[in-house]
């Protein structure tokens, strides 16, 4: 039997060659989607009346040609119209990319490698494939790594019955991993009698490309066994499905493509949904946010933002993030760790702060962030999932700092500290690790885009 690595390169072979043909890998996937859950569709939907015996995944394999690749047109354009709500809005507006009987007939053939495996195992190999996308020219989705969302859900601890919220849920990482947490922390009898369902949590994307792949994500972890969508499709800011439901616990990712010098007007999306974030928690309640360096300096209505969260929420943690993990864009970032007061006389009078950043390596394609790069934060960070754990501050030069309100309010309330000096050495004829990488993966980048050019 393969292992999870050799069927995920299996899986992922069918993109390159297709690349090749001008279907991005994001594509791909979404491709790969539909043609997964039909052929799964009897295992994740025992018993289903919304697709005759006709309409399958044996009746496709048996098809050649032209005449397959007709037939899976019309069966993904049927199947948006069924009445199960995960499976219509997996294929919602449904049309294949492919172009000749060929490339349907290679991702087929790559799909039969999941017969090698348990279905146990289809999350997980879905997830490396999403996070794999990430690390594509052109990349789309620009998901966390796994291993940071992995941490953040750890060290935020959310409980079995809480409701978690998520107003910009991607492909649905934060989900997945607060209820592999749950399951794993929780007595068995409990969860299986209660597993994260709808009413625990309120996930939504406006993005119907990643909201298909959250809906998918969620199915293959077997989250949600009602008959709503796990991840709805829908603007936080515009829908009124949250409100009167104060969440316990918030995860989210705010970070967009954009120029890191743009100021940030009032209506920028991550300034709006930072503080539609600390306006839904419930008093106590706790967030772990991921937001780019600008929304921490910046001033006017950021400030603005960031004066209202530090006055109305106890801010207890910020977490430096290395360069380089929303590869391939340049885009620095941190995690705020944040509850919401519970009263006016309750605010922020101390923020910790960890430099994962300076004198770190520049992630990317070849780079991979792991656990282990971020285990003295975690260390450091402690068991309370309040940032009440006993720290200590480890002085100047040390990456594990502690400042006062007062002293943040004198930098304008910026967020985006930084007390650590880049080393700087002569190379002469030697180039650090951290250059190696930063050189290679610009290498690629060209490389593609000369690549590019040349199939134009």
């Not at 052929?39 to 040609?65: C, D, Y």
């Not at 490698?113 to 494939?129: A, F, R, T």
Request: aromatic share 10%; glycine share 6%; proline share 5%.
């Amino acid at each position: 039997m393969n292992t999870i690595a050799e069927i995920v390169q299996k899986l992922g072979s069918p993109a390159k060659r297709l690349y090749q043909e001008g279907i991005s890998y994001h594509a791909y996937l979404t491709e790969l989607t539909w043609l997964w859950l039909l052929k799964i569709m009897p295992t994740v939907k025992p018993g289903n009346t919304f697709s005759p015996a006709h309409r399958s995944w044996e009746t496709l394999t048996q098809k050649q040609g032209w005449q397959q690749l007709e037939y899976y047109q019309e069966i993904i354009s049927q199947l948006r119209q069924v009445n199960d709500p995960q499976i219509a809005g997996i294929y919602a507006h449904a049309r294949t990319v492919f172009k000749h009987p060929e490339q349907l007939r290679g991702v087929i053939s790559a799909l039969t490698s999941l017969d090698e495996v348990m279905p146990e195992d289809w999350g997980e190999i879905y997830e490396i494939l999403l996070e794999e996308e990430s690390h594509q020219q052109g990349g789309y989705l620009q998901i966390v790594p796994r291993c940071l969302i992995d941490l953040i859900v750890i060290l935020t601890q959310p409980q079995l019955g809480e409701l978690i919220q998520d107003p910009l849920a991607g492909t649905a990482s934060f989900i997945v991993a607060a209820d592999q947490y749950i399951q794993v922390t929780s007595e068995i009898e409990d969860y299986e009698g209660n597993p994260l369902k709808t009413s625990d949590f309120i996930a939504l994307e406006p993005d119907l490309i990643r909201q298909r792949l959250a809906v998918m994500n969620c199915l293959l972890h077997q989250i949600n066994s009602s008959s709503a969508v796990s991840v709805q499709w829908g603007d936080s800011l515009l829908s009124n499905q949250a409100v009167g439901c104060l969440a316990d616990v918030i995860f989210s990712v705010l970070v967009f493509t954009r120029d890191p010098n743009q100021e940030l007007g009032k209506q920028d999306t991550a300034l709006a949904l930072l503080q539609h974030i600390y306006q839904s928690l419930k008093p106590g309640g706790r967030a772990a946010v991921i937001l780019s360096d600008n929304v921490l300096r910046a001033a006017g209505p950021a400030q603005q933002v960031r004066t209202t969260l530090l006055n109305t929420c106890v801010l207890h943690t910020v977490l430096r993030l290395p360069h380089g993990i929303f590869y391939p864009y340049k885009i620095p970032a941190q995690v705020l760790f944040f509850r919401r007061s519970h009263s006016s006389q309750e605010q922020t009078e101390q923020v910790w702060f960890y430099d994962a950043r300076t004198g770190f390596p520049t992630f990317g394609q070849y780079l991979r962030l792991n656990r282990e790069h971020l285990r003295p934060f975690e260390i450091a960070y402690g068991d309370d999932p309040l940032g009440q754990s006993a720290r200590y501050d480890e002085g100047e030069g040390k990456r594990w700092r502690c400042f006062s309100r007062d002293a943040i309010a004198k930098q304008g309330d910026r967020l985006d500290l930084c007390w650590l000096l880049e080393e700087k050495s002569s190379l002469g004829n030697k180039v650090s690790s951290q250059t190696i990488w930063e050189v290679l993966d610009e290498t690629v980048e060209e490389l593609e885009f000369l690549t590019t050019l040349l199939r134009s």
